[in-house]
T-cell receptor, first 113, second 115 residues
Framework: DAKTTQPPSMDCAEGRAANLPCNHS???????VYWYRQIHSQGPQYIIH?????ETNEMASLIITEDRKSSTLILPHATLRDTAVYYC?????WGAGSYQLTFGKGTKLSVIP | KAGVTQTPRYLIKTRGQQVTLSCSPI?????VSWYQQTPGQGLQFLFEYFSETQRNKGNFPGRFSGRQFSNSRSEMNVSTLELGDSALYLCASSLAYGVANTEAFFGQGTRLTVV
């Protein structure tokens, strides 16, 4: 799977948008970008994933650059409950078979009141 | 619908003992993966099961094993426990095996402490 690079930590004011960047410059054309988050001592929570197009769901938006070398996860109105470690993962496509997720160190997002 | 259920939530074992952890996936999900999380190594993939067969295995010693039953429930076993096995063990379920465009859902984990 392609390697990802994320800033180790970020702060965001409550109520503002949180923009979490991820660099995946070696991504292959058929690899997906996944985002998970982990609130302290809980299991990781799926947020969103995408291939080429921008995606939006009830939790967040995912913006993938046209060259697919980077992406940004956007939490539109951050709350204190969004304080967590956010993981950007590039996942091998079908054919590799496994659903193995390779977690990096992620970004520790702190939402400040 | 119910999420991924892991039991027990907390466990304390003595070095040298063995332990069995259980995972019940989301109803209808047939693939189960296991991960170990420690402060030093982060989240690391242990193994994945689908249709009662281990499909993929991470870089862990043979003391770590698992199995999946016909109802998709899975267990993992660690024999001859070492202090370094103290960790949060997480189970994730997904709908099927080998499907790229699908997500995995994690349980709350089992916190294992080896003393």
């Amino acid at each position: 799977d392609a390697k990802t690079t994320q800033p180790p930590s970020m702060d965001c004011a409550e109520g503002r948008a949180a923009n979490l960047p991820c660099n995946h410059s070696t991504i292959s054309g058929n690899e997906y970008v996944y985002w998970y988050r982990q609130i302290h001592s809980q299991g990781p929570q799926y947020i969103i994933h995408g291939l080429k197009n921008n995606e939006t769901n009830e939790m967040a938006s995912l913006i993938i650059t046209e060259d697919r070398k980077s992406s940004t996860l956007i939490l539109p109105h951050a709350t204190l409950r969004d304080t967590a470690v956010y993981y950007c993962i590039v996942r091998a496509p079908w054919g590799a078979g496994s659903y193995q997720l390779t977690f990096g160190k992620g970004t520790k997002l702190s939402v400040i009141p | 619908k119910a999420g991924v259920t892991q039991t027990p939530r907390y466990l304390i074992k003595t070095r040298g003992q063995q332990v069995t952890l259980s995972c019940s996936p989301i109803s209808g999900h047939r693939s189960v993966s296991w991960y170990q999380q420690t402060p030093g190594q982060g989240l690391q993939f242990l193994f994945e099961y689908f249709s009662e067969t281990q499909r993929n295995k991470g870089n862990f010693p043979g003391r770590f094993s698992g199995r999946q039953f016909s109802n998709s429930r899975s267990e993992m076993n660690v024999s001859t426990l070492e202090l370094g096995d103290s960790a949060l063990y997480l189970c994730a379920s997904s709908l099927a095996y080998g499907v790229a465009n699908t997500e995995a859902f994690f349980g709350q984990g089992t916190r294992l402490t080896v003393v």
